[in-house]
């Protein structure tokens, strides 16, 4: 199917579902639609409560970005893993988020290694844990694709020609309180994940993925999305976020120089330490002296040929 400019095509619904009965082939196909869909009852007011007090100090405490990507009236707080355990296990460790993410994001490659064709599997890892207060105020941030970082450049496609494993990340949006256009949510462009690169986002395409307390928003990283302007006098426009991206590439933030390795080795299991980074993509990336990074921690690990 041929298209002038992406800008033209008509725009896909953007599905919603509740956490206690949606599948992981629904949302799947929703993200292969439209880029983006909505998780109803993602986290409970205790967890976003408990959230909140692991957070709200840091989030005071942040000073107004120095640029313009963040309006001035936005604070955030990153380094996640370790300022809150519970954000980690309840958000990061979503079994939603994690499921669609193996399916989206791992990886399969045959290589010969002498007369051997050695199989490899790189599972995904956690990209970045950010929390956003956007106060009253705050003008848009621009429409931007977060796979930038990855420097990823697409053409344009139908949804029927998506190939799993073409995105890099998937993005993980829960509100703390309610987002709302007018308090901020974020908004974002169905089906521009099979736009082509050279096709610049449009504001009056955008939809808001506005949120209860408590629900989520998954996106890939190759929508065109953004916070949005605050025009309230009063409201917080807080989410809780993370992405997940492919084992085999750099993480958006560094999870190494950004929390203490003993404090993540004090609070966490092996394999929310692999999922933190922790971990070797097979084959051969990521190994510390002999081989396994949680070996560096201490951790048992059995070493040996890391296909
Ligand atoms: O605050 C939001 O809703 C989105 C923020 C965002 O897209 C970003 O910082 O890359
Ligand atoms: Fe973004």
């Not at 199917?1 to 082939?25: C, G, H, I, Q, Y």
């Not at 106060?135 to 796979?147: E, F, Y």
Request: proline residues 5%.
């Amino acid at each position: 199917m041929a298209f002038n400019d992406d800008r033209d095509r008509p725009l896909p619904e953007v599905k919603s579902f509740d956490s206690a009965t949606v599948t992981n082939e629904d949302i799947v196909a929703a993200l292969i639609k439209a880029g983006g869909c909505v998780i109803k009852n993602v986290l409970t007011p205790d967890v976003l409560a408990e959230i909140e007090k692991d957070t709200r100090e840091h989030i005071t405490a942040d000073k107004p970005w120095d640029g313009t990507f963040f309006p001035i009236q936005t604070r955030r707080v990153n380094g996640l893993a370790s300022k809150s355990k519970i954000f980690m296990e309840k958000l990061v460790n979503n079994k939603i988020l994690q499921d669609c993410s193996e399916t989206m994001l791992s990886s399969t490659v045959q290589n010969w290694v002498g007369d051997v064709f050695e199989t490899s599997t790189s599972h995904p890892q956690l990209h970045n844990t950010i929390v956003f207060s956007i106060g009253p105020g705050a003008a848009p941030q621009p429409l931007h694709r977060d796979d930038m970082v990855h420097h990823r450049i697409l053409q344009r496609k139908d949804s029927l020609d998506y190939t799993m494993g073409q995105d890099s990340a998937i993005g993980f949006f829960v509100g703390g309180k309610k987002t709302s256009k007018a308090n901020g949510a974020t908004r974002f462009i169905p089906g521009s994940h099979l736009w082509d690169h050279a096709t610049p986002p449009s504001e009056e395409l955008a939809v808001y993925a506005e949120l209860e307390a408590g629900d989520g928003f998954i996106m890939l990283a190759s929508c065109y999305h953004g916070g949005s302007a605050n025009t309230t006098e009063d409201q917080e426009r807080l989410v809780y976020s993370c992405f997940m991206t492919k084992g085999y590439l750099r993480q958006e933030e560094n999870q190494y120089l950004n929390n203490k390795p003993e404090v993540l080795n004090q609070f966490y299991s092996d394999e929310m330490l692999k999922l933190i980074g922790y971990n070797l993509s097979a084959p051969f990336l990521g190994w510390v002296k002999e081989g396994h990074p949680l070996a560096a921690l201490g951790r048992e690990q059995p070493l040996g040929d890391m296909y």
